[in-house]
Every structure is written in C-alpha cells, then in structure tokens.
C-alpha cells in the first residue's frame, strides 16, 4: 500500500468528487450566506479570500458583491471546478489559487475579509492556519468559519469523530466551541459573535459525495446501530442512517 502525506490524501479524496460538491444541496444552501453577503455589501469594494472554497459556493454567493473574490484550495481540481463555473455565472472578479490553509501565499494584509466553510476539519494544524488568516487580512478585517461542531462531551464526540473518520479518511477532527474560541484567541482573533444552526445529513448522498467504500459504510452502520441512547438522541438518528449535527458560524476581528 502506498503512504501518502495528508495533503496528497485530501487532494486524492476530494479531486475525484469536485463535481459531486458543486451539486450537493447541503453546501450550496445555507442561512450563513445571507450574513457573508450583507457584511461584503456593507463594505463596498471588499478583496475576500474564500479559504478552502471547495466547489465554491461562497465565493458565488458574494462575487456579485466583492471587488475580488479569491478561490483558495488544496484541490487543483475543485478549483477547475470554480474556474468553470465562474466563467458560466460570468464573475470576472473571481480568481482561483491552489495551496494549504497553513501556508497562504499572500502578502500580509491583504484581505478585507477571509471566509471558510466546511474545510476547518481537514486542516492538519489549525492554528497555524488561523495564524495565517490574521496575517493576510488587514487591520479591522473580519473573518467567518462555519463548519461541523463537535458537542464536546467524550461519549458524542467520539461517535461523531468515528463516522466522520470512516466516511472519509482525510478528515482531521470536529472542534468544540471552546476548542474555536481558544485557537482564535490564541492566533489574535478577537471573537466578535457566533451562533449554532443544525444541519440533517441524508445518509446515502452523504456517503456518495466521498464515495465512501462499502465496508467502511457498514462500519458506520454498525456504529449508529449500537450506539448508546444519549448519541442516538442527540444526533437524532434515523432508521436510513441520516442524522442531523450542530454547525458552528463564529466571527472574529482582527
């Protein structure tokens, strides 16, 4: 078996199913965008940086609102994806670079804004990735994450961290609100609010989307299947597998 780096692993997991995400209802609709749109309106002429942009739906969601939107992913063919479609929706403004979240090539203060969501969980050092988010953005700029929260308490935790795991093995870690609060604290970003919003995951395309292996599939059925009464309550377990998970939407200042 060939051992790969993290990165290469999310490149892999991610390139084969870029198309999947652009069509996935769960990353194209969301009561966040609305927030993302009005704070890039109020602005004026803001540069955002959608940091992890995936098929890119923030960054069409704001483009029409933002003087420049850049598309930045690790996968070069989820950013062909943006690409494509960016020249379909004719948004000029919107740009595409490649790399990780821990290393951006920018110069410092660059961004009036930087946005991610749903990529957080598969960032190999958090902090150094919000560390860099403080870097390129300029004085006063803001910063947005949405992206699954972990309820914090061991025994749900461990249960969302191990079908999180199998569905996809490039996925790093669900953090717990104090988890963010800390790692944004610690980088220099002042929390300024955040809210919690739930999320319904129908089983079957949230496996398709990674087209998960069958094995690693029915290990997550048997999971769910055995899981103690509090997990099945709280993720709200159905008899298909589908469940629903807390999302975290936390903004911060520099």
């Known amino acids: 078996m060939e051992i790969i780096s993290h990165s290469d692993h999310v490149q892999q997991q991610f390139g084969e199913q870029a198309n999947a995400y652009l069509s996935s209802a769960v990353h194209a609709e969301g009561a966040e965008f609305a927030q993302l749109r009005a704070a890039v309106a109020a602005h004026g002429s803001a540069r955002v940086l959608d940091l992890g942009c995936g098929a890119g739906h923030i960054s069409f ?13 690790l996968s070069s063919s989820m950013l062909e994806v943006v690409a494509a479609e960016a020249r379909r929706r004719q ?37 150094l990735a919000l560390r860099e988010v403080r870097r390129v953005l300029k004085p006063g700029g803001q910063a947005a994450f949405i992206d699954v929260l972990s309820p914090g308490q061991p025994l749900l935790d461990t249960h969302l961290q191990a079908i999180e795991l199998l569905r996809d093995t490039s996925h790093v870690r669900d953090y717990s609100a104090a988890e963010w609060l800390a790692f944004l604290a610690e980088a220099g970003l002042f929390v300024q609010h955040s809210q919690q919003q739930q999320l319904r995951l129908e089983f079957a395309s949230w496996l398709a989307r990674m087209r998960t292996p069958a094995v690693l599939a029915a290990a997550i059925g048997e999971l769910q299947a055995k899981a103690a009464q509090e997990v099945r309550d709280y993720f709200a377990i159905e008899s298909d597998g589908s469940f629903s998970t807390e999302v975290l939407v936390v903004w911060a200042r520099k």
């Open 61 to 73: 969601q704001i483009a029409v609102e933002a003087s420049q939107v850049v598309a930045y992913d």
């Open 91 to 127: 948004l000029s403004n919107l740009i595409t670079c490649q790399g990780p979240a821990e290393s951006l090539p920018f110069g410092e203060a660059e961004f009036d804004f930087v946005f991610s969501r749903y990529s957080a969980h598969h960032w190999s050092d958090i902090g």
